[in-house]
């Protein structure tokens, strides 16, 4: 088949054109192998070819990030209008959780529910050849007017026998580094791998919880490293996983293989450490010998209560000091996330994070507002709160990570009071004396300062 993969442009003022949309990679790679032709549209750092497009392909597939629903109802409806015959299927974090919510569409056919490999290849295998899609497991589909959900896929449990995925069919060189404010970026070949999936943590507002880790092996990842080097000229790679640190035996042996394969790749996880208990100095160290050029840790609340009983993160603020104590004695630049409006959280609550942050030798501090993506316990939460709580906002628009929008109330926790700390969360830290002065004094103030100015602008005025 012609196969037509396309990622929307979400409707969100966060900068999207970071990376190489890695589920479609993974995806396309594997429908390549089977003998498919793959194209894949980024609308995010693409021309809109969409029509044309359209024309072109025997089915189209989506990935759907929960901000890109109404974007994604925009695009179908044209591609619909153009082709009506035309089977689109949809994957990703939203028709995962709500597959039948994004079903209601009448441009939308089928969603691939979970990882897509496997059902990709039999699904494209069976529209294809016009076969009943009855016998597919892992998808939601329309049949008879109804919505039919047939029984879940197994999940990968071998990483390492996926095929390489198909770079070649994004615009590569079209894409920029996660945070380009604390670095200098001008001379850097980004590309973004994930060298796990799945999680067996419990965090509240992350929907990979509870699923179970599966990883590459070391010699797998660095495989890939070096090819991501040899076919594309990366020299920075940013791993997007969600817990690079689970198994820490596992972390050290990828770094010390790329020192031992000399691979010479510099390297981040922009997503954050997030089991900071796991993190030891002598990880670190190795970590910054291999080419870690900064880490971030997963800070969350400076409140216990908040941390373990609401969030559910299993870990301590006392972790997290030790965790940025021990990155500063190797030398690393280091951030920490922190998040306002955890259900029954109080401004005293949030006043202890603020503090926390402050407390911190960190360089830099991201705070955001919880947000309660579908397919999360905090959604799950809000949704069956009753007279407890209530969402504010409905459209999916306002659900990325960074919009500074407050989504729901719970409990005591009230709009005005988290927006009110939020803000003042940003000022404490960003405004302080010591750490204009350490700025000052740091050369990627002045090679970012132009972004530097409009991120102030957004998150700090």
């Known amino acids: 088949m012609k196969i037509l993969f396309v990622y929307p442009r979400p409707n969100i003022s966060f900068d999207t054109t970071h990376c190489v949309q890695l589920g479609l990679a993974h995806t396309a790679a594997v429908l390549e192998e ?4 793959v194209r894949v549209l980024d609308l995010n750092v693409q021309p809109d070819t969409l029509d044309e497009d359209t024309n072109w392909a025997d089915a189209i597939g989506f990935y759907v990030m929960t901000p890109a629903v109404n974007a994604t109802y925009v695009l179908t409806g044209r591609i619909k209008r153009i082709n009506p015959n035309v089977p689109v299927v949809v994957g990703g974090p939203f028709p995962s959780a709500l597959p039948e ?7 939308i056919d089928i969603v691939i529910k979970g990882e897509g490999e496997l ?9 294809e050849n016009r076969k009943s899609l ?3 497991n892992g998808i939601f589909f329309k049949k008879d007017g109804k919505v039919q959900a047939n029984p879940e896929r197994q999940k990968i449990q071998n990483l390492d026998e996926l095929p390489f995925p198909a770079y070649h069919l994004f615009p590569f060189y079209n894409y920029n580094p996660t945070r380009p404010t604390w670095i200098d970026a001008r001379k850097l070949i980004p590309a973004t791998m994930m060298t796990q999936r799945g999680c067996p943590f419990e965090c509240n507002f992350c929907s990979s919880q509870r699923t179970g ?21 990366v020299n920075f790679v940013e791993f997007q996983d969600d817990v690079f640190n689970l198994v ?6 990828v770094c010390s293989l790329l020192i031992q394969e000399q691979v010479d790749v510099n390297w981040s996880i922009p997503n954050g450490i997030s089991r900071v208990e796991n993190v030891t100095q002598h990880f670190l160290q190795i970590a910054k010998n291999s080419g870690c050029v900064d880490v971030w840790f997963a800070g969350e609340s400076g409140n216990d209560h908040i941390r373990n009983t609401i969030i559910k993160k299993r870990n301590t603020t006392k972790n997290v000091r030790d965790a940025v104590a021990a990155a500063k004695r190797v030398g ?6 922190f998040v306002f409006g955890h259900p029954g959280e109080t401004k005293e609550q949030m006043q202890e994070t603020i503090n926390f942050a402050c407390s911190m030798p960190l360089d830099r501090a991201q705070f955001t507002i919880a947000t309660p993506f579908p397919g999360t316990d905090l959604y799950r939460m809000i949704q069956n709160a009753g007279d407890k709580g209530k969402f504010l906002e409905t459209n999916w628009d306002y659900y990325g990570p960074y919009e500074a929008k407050v989504l729901f109330e719970y409990g005591g926790t009230k709009k005005e009071t988290v927006e009110e700390m939020y803000k003042k969360a940003f000022r404490s830290f960003y405004m302080r004396p010591s750490y204009i002065q350490k700025a000052l004094q740091r050369k990627a103030t002045y090679t970012n300062f132009p972004l530097l100015i409009k991120e102030a602008i957004r998150f700090v005025i």
């Open 34 to 37: 089977a003998g498919h032709t």
């Open 332 to 337: 690393f630049q280091t951030g920490a996330f």
């Open 101 to 107: 919510e994004i079903l209601k569409s009448p441009d």
């Open 119 to 127: 059902t990709a290849v039999e699904l494209f295998d069976f529209l």
């Open 248 to 253: 820490p035996k596992r972390s050290e042996e």
């Open 134 to 136: 009855d016998a597919v």
């Open 213 to 233: 880790f599966r990883a590459m092996s070391p010699a797998r990842v660095v495989e890939h490293i070096t090819r991501l080097r040899d076919d594309f000229g």
